[in-house]
């Protein structure tokens, strides 16, 4: 029989578990995830070293995504290492950005490339209305946010604002 202190114990490391898997974007900056602006994408290589990429993206409320293709290092570097964090920077002021750490939940084959087309929409259509001649190799990968700073913080804005 377990003994009601470690439920209790198990109970709350579960809990600050789940808080931890659920973090929570800051609302002053979710325009930022709204907007169609660049995201920097920090992949880690197969050998350790850093690969960071200028990447569009969506943002569906919960998960933010990026598509790509199975021919690019992006795809093997998360396919080893699922952690990644991107930052994302407001155009208007250079010193308000927000970075994001996540994993990577899943990687979605994307054949037709429907997602990159509804990306691509979403960024004012800047290469075509048809969908791309590697569509076939193009898959989504799909981050769960795992925590999030937000630049700049209150003290400093108040010194940036003066």
């Not at 259509?125 to 076939?136: E, G, L, N, V």
Request: glycine letters at 4%.
């Amino acid at each position: 029989m377990v003994a009601s202190n470690q439920v209790s114990n198990l109970l709350e490391i579960w809990k600050s578990e789940v808080r931890a898997s659920m973090a929570a974007i800051p609302t002053d900056l979710l325009d930022l995830l709204e907007r169609p602006l660049y995201a920097h994408l920090a992949t880690t290589r197969p050998d350790g070293t850093v690969q960071v990429s200028p990447m569009w993206f969506d943002w569906d409320g919960e998960r933010l995504r990026f598509s790509t293709t199975t021919k690019r290092q992006k795809y093997r570097n998360v396919q080893s290492h699922p952690h990644v964090a991107a930052s994302i920077s407001d155009p208007e002021n250079p010193y308000r950005f927000l970075e994001v750490r996540g994993v990577v939940e899943e990687i979605e084959p994307d054949p037709a490339a429907e997602v990159y087309m509804q990306i691509n929409n979403r960024y004012g259509r800047p290469f075509s209305d048809q969908a791309p001649p590697d569509a076939t190799d193009r898959v989504v990968i799909v981050v769960r946010p795992t925590g999030s700073s937000k630049y700049p913080k209150p003290w400093l804005w108040e010194k940036l604002k003066s």
